[in-house]
């Protein structure tokens, strides 16, 4: 099974917002609402910044939000700042009968 | 304070075997969903394996019967066994907790690198 489709790379100027897309198919992303975000610094493990395509754990800045439609979802990120610069991987349950989380192939957001 | 610490990886022959595991302080493993992830040199997130609260497991499609995920109740720890490892297992091995079981993981360790060459 293929990964969720995500963009290489994305930039944007510090205050500035931007969208990173994510998309499935109807047995993931369109199928369920479990959609998370993960945000990477070199040489560090993932975070978690968004969980069920909305929702933010507790200590993530509300700048960074969550949506979905029908097999796509998007991280929106407002209000850039220098430390946003980082990976961005998407992941989401599948419905596969051995699989159990699908994850993007990552995008790199770079602040200008 | 919740966290995960990974041991066991290091340089292994192909076709060789290696245990990794991962300590958990602040959580229970066996109330958990506890899942690996794993991520080659210059690459994204691949989901490895999980082993669900009730105990039930599952894998990653390229592991084909050679990775065997396991918990230590008493020690509170996660395992990884992996036998006939190939080059393209290289990769820095994540343990994470998958809160509720459906790609929310919210805690995770350090990482440890395994390279197989």
């Known amino acids: 099974q293929s990964a969720l489709t995500q963009p290489a790379s994305v930039s944007g100027s510090p205050g500035q917002s931007i969208t990173i897309s994510c998309t499935g198919t109807s047995s993931d992303v369109g199928g369920y609402t479990y959609v998370s975000w993960y945000q990477q610094h070199p040489g560090k493990a993932p975070k978690l910044v968004i969980f069920e395509v909305s929702n933010r754990p507790s200590g993530v800045s509300n700048r960074f939000s969550g949506s979905k439609s029908g097999s796509t979802a998007s991280l929106t990120i407002s209000g850039l700042q220098g430390e946003d610069e980082a990976d961005y991987y998407c992941s989401s349950y599948t419905s596969s009968s051995t699989l159990h989380v699908l994850f993007g192939g990552g995008t790199k957001l770079t602040v200008l | 304070e919740v966290q995960l610490v990974e041991s066991g990886g290091g340089l292994i022959q192909p076709g060789g075997s290696l245990r990794l595991s991962c300590a958990a302080s602040?959580?229970?493993?066996?109330?958990?969903?506890m899942s690996w992830v794993r991520q080659a040199p210059g690459k994204g997130l691949e989901w490895v394996s999980v082993i669900y609260s009730g105990g039930s497991t599952y894998y990653g499609d390229f592991v084909k019967g050679r990775f065997t995920i396991s918990r230590d109740n008493s020690k509170n720890t996660l395992s990884l066994q992996m036998n006939n490892l190939r080059a393209e297992d290289t990769a820095v091995y994540y343990c994470?907790?998958?809160?509720?079981?459906?790609?929310?993981?919210?805690?995770w360790g350090k990482g440890t690198p395994v390279t197989v060459s």
């Open positions: 994470a907790r998958d809160d509720g079981g459906y790609s929310k993981m919210d805690v």
């Open positions: 602040g959580l229970t493993v066996s109330r958990s969903y």
